[in-house]
């Protein structure tokens, strides 16, 4: 990939629209964005593997049955959270929320 002076005018656009401040917020959004892309082809692409596992047998469908699970696979049970706790992580959420907020109103 060349360095070219299309390069170069895309960038100096973006600093004029955006600002030096905000590219980093706006590049950690694509790279998430593209996290979240990624997964979801990922689990489209096992649903259409697990498609490709039923066989037709005399006219049926036939499931093949599942790989067999060790018990290092399977994750531990989650106990429920109380109500407290609940309302503990709500309440720690909202702070942590306020003070993003406090933070952009300031920059």
Avoid: C, H, Y
């Amino acid at each position: 990939m060349s360095f070219g002076p299309e390069w170069i005018v895309i960038i100096v656009v973006l600093l004029l629209l955006f600002g030096g401040k905000k590219l980093p917020d706006l590049a950690r959004g694509v790279g998430r964005s593209l996290r979240i892309f990624k997964a979801e082809t990922s689990d489209l692409r096992k649903d259409d593997d697990d498609e490709s596992k039923t066989t037709v047998v005399q006219g049926q469908t036939v499931q093949q049955p599942p790989a067999p699970v060790s018990p290092q696979q399977i994750p531990p049970a989650v106990p429920p959270l109380t109500q407290e706790e609940q309302a503990r992580r709500l309440e720690e959420e909202a702070a942590r929320l306020r003070a993003n907020a406090k933070a952009d109103k300031q920059a």
